[in-house]
């Protein structure tokens, strides 16, 4: 991404005057493009201002200009790399992560999805259950400890390790992904279904070779 006024090669060199170079300061600065903090930003932008004010004869105007070009050009390169489909998807990834509660373990999680299911909360069943699924899947070395690990992402980790569970699982991350994500409503048979693919799993020895990740 390149600034407008950095593309003007032919335009007349710049040596204006203390006031005349202040008033293209607070016109550059006072854009919309760069409100991107509007608290550190204001005051970066009085500190710039600023300098107008106190600079002496040894700091002409047109050195300020620079610094607001360079200032200029180091926000588009953060703009363009904020904007770049790779930290997109690291953050759209980060907001999914299924185990987003530090310091809840798996019969903590289980606990709650059962106390939900004999209050009828199905969706708090869904979510808490494959919760637990993920979460026990760790402490027992299964799973590493990944941060940012999505359902999906567990589905499919899990399934190496318990072939026969495959469609269980795949279904218990379409469905967490779609209560959580999603805003769908979760059915009771679904939910205790979730429960009983915990059940199993905790039961079951899995087939280790090639699946932790």
Do not use: C
Request: glycine share 8%.
């Amino acid at each position: 991404m390149i600034l407008p006024f950095l593309l003007r090669l032919d335009a007349p060199p710049l040596d204006p005057s203390r006031s005349e170079g202040r008033r293209l300061l607070e016109d550059e600065l006072s854009k919309p493009r760069y409100a991107v903090e509007p608290s550190l930003w204001d005051r970066f932008r009085e500190w710039l201002l600023g300098l107008f004010e106190t600079s002496g004869p040894g700091l002409p105007p047109w050195v300020l200009v620079v610094v607001l070009l360079v200032v200029a050009a180091l926000i588009a390169l953060v703009a363009a790399v904020l904007l770049r489909p790779e930290a997109r998807a690291r953050r759209s990834r980060s907001g999914r992560e299924v185990l987003d509660e530090r310091g809840v373990d798996a019969t903590a999680y289980r606990d709650r999805a059962h106390g939900a299911a004999r209050e009828g909360d199905w969706n708090t069943v869904v979510l808490d259950g494959y919760r637990a699924i993920v979460a026990s899947a760790v402490e027992r070395t299964i799973l590493d400890a990944q941060p940012g690990r999505t359902a999906h992402e567990a589905s499919l980790d899990l399934s190496r390790a318990f072939p026969s569970e495959e469609r269980g699982l795949r279904v218990g991350a379409d469905r967490f992904d779609a209560v959580r994500y999603g805003h769908d409503k979760a059915g009771e048979d679904e939910a205790r279904a979730l429960l009983a693919l915990d059940e199993r799993l905790g039961r079951a020895r899995p087939r280790l070779e090639g699946v932790l990740a």
